[in-house]
């Protein structure tokens, strides 16, 4: 049984991560290992309150392993872990490793997108039929309708191509070592008809950063991946963040191993390896918590964007079932928390095979991004993924 189009747990990158979150594992604490504390300055602690959360996301939620990467208002950057890296030798997690992003892709790709609006290449009221004629045709939807902003900001009304590609939890493993063509991606969703006008309401479809990659490569005659890099990920430094080659479905640096579960009270499967093409512009890209959350405090620091830019990016809507509890609204790209402590944040995330994560990043300087190595397999897993990210910001807030 699938879980229903509104239901907030299939929001992410891919939607068929979703899926398994019908799955309802059981996974005991007896597969679960020690957790450990690094820290990259000073140490409050190995008990402090963000590592009980951490190690209860392995002992009560029953996630394989977390890495998490968290600044305080003060500069202090801590990594922690918990659980183990793989389930079958059992070692460490490692300090920082690579994960797969999954969705927070969307937003290195609308930075790449308003940065060219920036330039005066990219009109963000044109229409996709303008940069891309002809391809956003059929079962009544019409890209002479649809705006490159209203892709950036999840409200065209395009359907997912999820929804027509990932129907069933075994897929989650079957088709973890397909290779899909964007045109694909966009293809599949076009089979249905679009949910509802363009600007009429929020709905998340991985359908439209699909396209804003498109549009990207069209306008600069490059591949998205190239503009993500030589735009965002070298500037920043970011060594461990990369955008997969074609066909390139291996980490390739030191990473823990990623699991799904397929079926009620089924084992983690391990699907590390996999090809991520599957996401694309809404979800190819691999980094570490650290670098990820370096992206985050430049993008809310507004060192990526120009002034006119970064206000678009902010400029939200409400959205609905972006997470399966709080209030979030939704900007180009990014979207808007707030916090129990009092205050906002700013972040997005991601699921796709193997890997989830979870982040936000304030104004003040706080930012925390959480990575788990198995994809929830229900509301409540989720939901403590969400919270320890929650915990280590207000716990770092002054």
Same mark, same amino acid.
């Given at each position: 049984?699938? !879980?229903? *189009?509104?239901?907030?747990?299939?929001?992410?990158?891919?939607?068929?991560?979703?899926?398994?979150?019908? #799955? #309802?594992? !059981?996974?005991?604490?007896?597969?679960?290992?020690?957790?450990?504390?690094?820290?990259?300055?000073?140490?409050?602690?190995?008990?402090?309150?963000?590592?009980?959360?951490?190690?209860?996301?392995?002992? /009560?939620? +029953?996630?394989?392993?977390?890495?998490?990467?968290?600044?305080?208002?003060?500069?202090?950057?801590?990594?922690?872990?918990?659980?183990?890296?793989?389930?079958?030798?059992?070692?460490?997690?490692?300090?920082?490793?690579?994960?797969?992003?999954?969705?927070?892709?969307?937003?290195?790709?609308a930075v790449v997108v308003l940065q060219l609006v920036g330039e005066?290449?990219?009109?963000?009221?044109?229409?996709?039929?303008?940069?891309? *004629? %002809?391809?956003?045709?059929?079962?009544?939807?019409?890209?002479?309708?649809?705006?490159?902003?209203?892709?950036?900001?999840?409200?065209?009304?395009?359907?997912?191509?999820?929804?027509?590609?990932?129907?069933?939890?075994?897929?989650?493993?079957?088709?973890? $070592?397909?290779?899909?063509?964007?045109?694909?991606?966009?293809?599949? #969703?076009?089979?249905?008809?679009?949910?509802?006008?363009?600007?009429?309401?929020? /709905?998340?479809?991985?359908?439209?950063?699909?396209?804003?990659?498109?549009?990207?490569?069209?306008?600069?005659?490059?591949?998205?991946?190239?503009?993500?890099?030589?735009?965002?990920?070298?500037?920043? +430094?970011?060594?461990?963040?990369?955008?997969?080659?074609?066909?390139?479905?291996?980490?390739?640096?030191?990473?823990? $191993?990623?699991?799904? #579960?397929?079926?009620?009270?089924?084992?983690?499967?391990?699907?590390?390896?996999?090809?991520?093409?599957?996401?694309w512009a809404a979800g190819q890209l691999v980094s570490t918590p650290?670098?990820?959350?370096?992206?985050?405090?430049?993008?809310?620091?507004?060192?990526?964007?120009?002034?006119?830019?970064?206000?678009?990016?902010?400029? !939200?809507?409400? &959205?609905?079932?972006?997470?399966?509890?709080? /209030?979030?609204?939704?900007?180009? %790209?990014?979207a808007r928390y707030e916090l129990p402590c009092g205050g906002f944040?700013?972040? $997005?995330?991601?699921?796709?095979?193997?890997?989830?994560?979870?982040?936000? &990043?304030?104004?003040?300087?706080?930012?925390?991004?959480?990575?788990?190595?198995?994809?929830?397999?229900?509301?409540?897993?989720?939901?403590?993924?969400?919270?320890?990210?929650?915990?280590?910001?207000?716990?770092?807030?002054?």
């Amino acid at each position: 049984m699938l !879980t229903t *189009p509104n239901d907030p747990s299939r929001r992410r990158t891919v939607r068929m991560a979703a899926a398994a979150a019908v #799955a #309802a594992v !059981t996974v005991g604490a007896a597969l679960i290992g020690p957790s450990a504390f690094a820290d990259t300055g000073r140490r409050d602690g190995p008990r402090d309150v963000v590592q009980r959360q951490l190690d209860g996301l392995v002992s /009560e939620s +029953g996630f394989p392993g977390v890495l998490a990467s968290v600044r305080g208002t003060d500069g202090r950057v801590r990594d922690y872990t918990a659980g183990v890296s793989d389930l079958q030798k059992r070692r460490p997690v490692s300090r920082d490793g690579q994960v797969r992003i999954g969705s927070n892709t969307k937003t290195f790709t609308a930075v790449v997108v308003l940065q060219l609006v920036g330039e005066g290449r990219i009109d963000l009221d044109a229409t996709v039929e303008y940069y891309l *004629p %002809g391809v956003v045709r059929g079962n009544g939807n019409d890209g002479g309708r649809i705006t490159v902003r209203q892709l950036l900001q999840q409200t065209s009304g395009l359907p997912d191509y999820d929804d027509v590609l990932f129907t069933r939890p075994q897929d989650l493993v079957d088709k973890s $070592h397909s290779y899909y063509e964007p045109r694909r991606l966009v293809d599949a #969703a076009l089979t249905g008809a679009p949910h509802f006008a363009p600007g009429e309401k929020w /709905e998340y479809s991985n359908t439209n950063y699909v396209l804003a990659g498109l549009i990207v490569e069209q306008v600069t005659e490059r591949p998205i991946g190239e503009e993500i890099t030589n735009r965002i990920i070298r500037p920043l +430094g970011l060594r461990d963040t990369y955008w997969p080659g074609v066909g390139e479905q291996r980490l390739r640096g030191a990473h823990p $191993h990623g699991y799904v #579960a397929v079926g009620p009270g089924a084992p983690w499967v391990d699907v590390t390896e996999m090809d991520p093409s599957l996401g694309w512009a809404a979800g190819q890209l691999v980094s570490t918590p650290d670098e990820l959350r370096t992206f985050f405090d430049a993008l809310v620091g507004g060192r990526l964007l120009k002034p006119a830019q970064q206000a678009a990016l902010t400029t !939200t809507v409400p &959205a609905p079932g972006f997470e399966p509890t709080g /209030e979030y609204a939704y900007g180009l %790209g990014v979207a808007r928390y707030e916090l129990p402590c009092g205050g906002f944040a700013w972040g $997005h995330g991601g699921d796709i095979q193997g890997f989830e994560t979870r982040n936000l &990043a304030t104004s003040d300087g706080r930012s925390a991004v959480v990575a788990v190595t198995g994809l929830p397999t229900g509301e409540e897993m989720l939901g403590a993924v969400n919270r320890s990210v929650e915990t280590a910001l207000c716990a770092t807030d002054g």
